[in-house]
Each structure stands twice: as structure tokens, then as C-alpha cells.
T-cell receptor, first 112, second 113 residues
């Protein structure tokens, strides 16, 4: 499968724990995006990388959230001290320059 | 930032009928408008997109129209089939950002056989 992949697909954690998600973009894509989707809503932008540089962050991305793309390939999104309000589907997308964005299957986070 | 409104939130049609979903956007600088289809538990899938220098684009049974003056764009699906049932999202990318998409809230389309 040469599409965007994400791991894990599901994560259940207790409030206060830290979680980390991984996204592997399509290999030739230099741009990588993180979105969050809650039930009944469209995806909401969190942050964006061009190669290894994080170029844009949403106000939704509080200090508890951090994202990296160390070698310009895969990316990780970490949430520290999780809260119940963090429960959502976390989607990763990639694109080549400003062309079409292709989404991964998402990581569904449940905070209990 | 950009604000995208999408209507209707639910749409039920009989197989073979047409379906139309409409979106409006607020930022006149927006220049790219994709549509995604999301089946239950699956990733959003890009089905068609249109850029601001084009008024209409068609791909088999799917078409998208754009009215820049009125700041609205629409998805048209003809000869609907049960497998078209899904949630459809419109999105807009404004010219001032580096690539983020602003999404509507989605339309649940149900096609009855």
C-alpha cells in the first residue's frame, strides 16, 4: 500500500497519560498535515510541515501538543497529560507542494 | 480565517436520482476547493476538486461548480447508486495560508435502492 499510513489505528488511554501517534506520508510528498476530527464535524487543521520544518500551527494546538518531522519523512504527534476533550480521530494528510492532500486512515483516540 | 458552511447536513435520494450539496465560503482569496467522501470508519477520500480559475469540472457522474462572485460551490452527483452513500465534505484553501484546508461540517448522503 503506497498511501498515507498511520499507527496506531486505535488508542485508549487514561486521562493524564501521554500518547504518541505516527504518520507515514506518501513517499514523494514533501508536505504533511495533521487534522483532528470529532463526531459530526469536518476535519480541523492542527499543524503542517514542509519537509522537516513546521510552518503553521492552529490555535487548537495547545502547549500539550507537539509534532515533529525530524527527517522530513514520517511525523509524530504527541499529546501530553491527555484530557477527555482530546478524544477524537487524528488524521494525517500529505501532498506534493500545494497539490491535492491525501488522508491516512486516522488514529482514533479515546481518553477515559 | 476562512469559514465554510455546508448544506444540507443530511440528504436522502432514491437510486438513480441526482444529489446536490452546496457550500459557501467567506474569504474571497480562497483559490482551491476539494470535495472528500468519507465512508463510515474510513479515511476521507478526495473525489474531485476545482481551482478558482475554473467554473465547472466534471468526472463521470460527479461534477463541481464554482461561483466566485457569490462565493459558493456545489457538488452534483447524477445517477446515484447505493455505494454513493457516505458523508461528503467540502473544503476551501485560502490564498494566505500555506496549505491548510477549512472543511464544512459534512453532508450525510443516503441513497435508497
Amino acid at each position: 500500500d503506497t498511501g498515507v499510513s498511520q499507527d496506531p489505528r486505535h488508542k485508549i488511554t487514561k486521562r493524564g497519560q501521554n500518547v504518541t501517534f505516527r504518520c507515514d506520508p506518501i513517499s514523494e510528498h514533501n508536505r504533511l498535515y495533521w487534522y483532528r476530527q470529532t463526531l459530526g464535524q469536518g476535519p480541523e487543521f492542527l499543524t503542517y510541515f514542509q519537509n522537516e520544518a513546521q510552518l503553521e500551527k492552529s490555535r487548537l494546538l495547545s502547549d500539550r501538543f507537539s509534532a515533529e518531522r525530524p527527517k522530513g519523512s514520517f511525523s509524530t504527534l504527541e499529546i501530553q497529560r491527555t484530557e477527555q476533550g482530546d478524544s477524537a480521530m487524528y488524521l494525517c494528510a500529505s501532498s506534493r507542494d500545494r497539490l491535492e492532500q491525501y488522508f491516512g486512515p486516522g488514529t482514533r483516540l479515546t481518553v477515559t | 480565517g476562512e469559514n465554510v458552511e455546508q448544506h444540507p447536513s443530511t440528504l436522502s435520494v432514491q437510486e438513480g436520482d441526482s444529489a446536490v450539496i452546496k457550500c459557501t465560503y467567506s474569504d474571497s482569496a480562497s483559490n482551491y476547493f476539494p470535495w472528500y467522501k468519507q465512508e463510515l470508519g474510513k479515511r476521507p477520500q478526495l473525489i474531485i476538486d476545482i481551482r478558482s480559475n475554473v467554473g465547472e469540472k466534471k468526472d463521470q457522474r460527479i461534477a463541481v461548480t464554482l461561483n466566485k462572485t457569490a462565493k459558493h460551490f456545489s457538488l452534483h452527483i447524477t445517477e446515484t447508486q447505493p455505494e454513493d452513500s457516505a458523508v461528503y465534505f467540502c473544503a476551501a484553501r485560502d490564498g494566505s495560508t500555506l496549505g491548510r484546508l477549512y472543511f464544512g461540517r459534512g453532508t450525510q448522503l443516503t441513497v435508497w435502492p
